[in-house]
């Protein structure tokens, strides 16, 4: 097998596996509640985390979650596991841009977040996963197309979606407890 048919086999197969888990999430969607992920404690703040930034179709409000559970949790520990679930989930969009590079260029903002992502590096990564942006699967398929080492990605997707998730968590705790008072509760 030449490497043009490996490699196409190996971008239709990414493709299919992306599709499948997408849509095993989207026919399970009413098993994912915040109700019961808060049960589960740090755990249901990785797994919502996970689930949220794995489909990149389907709105899960984690950050929302992250906010509430920093209430009842310790706020750094909540970010840190916020942080480690998330940046795994995105782990998906980088794959998504390796696979499916030629797709990608269709979309209007997609060759600017590609021209930082190719100017700047993990940087762009880093400050685009710091900032709650709904534009960063963008940014992920720019990296997974421009063949970034899949290390640097994650590294720079760590770092900034913990830094924003532990900022989340940290004004959950302090933002629940700020309006208790306010509200005399």
């Not at 021209?115 to 990296?143: C, Q, R, S």
Request: aromatic share 12%.
């Amino acid at each position: 097998m030449n490497k043009i048919t490996r490699r196409t086999l190996l971008r239709v197969g990414l493709v299919v596996f992306f599709v499948t888990v997408t849509t095993l999430i989207a026919l399970n969607r009413e098993q994912i509640s915040i109700a019961r992920f808060q049960g589960y404690g740090y755990l249901g703040v990785f797994m919502m985390a996970l689930i949220g930034s794995t489909t990149v179709l389907l709105p899960i409000p984690h950050l929302a979650f992250t906010f509430t559970m920093g209430a009842v949790l310790n706020p750094v520990l909540a970010g840190l596991c916020a942080g480690f679930g998330d940046s795994l989930g995105e782990l998906w969009g980088f794959v998504a841009g390796y696979a499916v590079e030629d797709l990608v260029d269709k979309w209007k903002a997609y060759p600017i977040i590609a021209g930082w992502v190719e100017k700047y590096g993990p940087v762009t990564i880093f400050l685009m996963g710091a900032v709650p942006m709904p534009l960063f699967d963008m940014a992920g398929m720019a990296a997974g197309a421009s063949k970034m080492p899949v290390w640097k990605f994650y590294l720079a997707t760590w770092s900034g979606k913990t830094l924003k998730a532990i900022v989340v968590a940290w004004a959950g705790s302090v933002g629940v407890v700020w309006l208790a008072n306010l509200l005399g509760l």
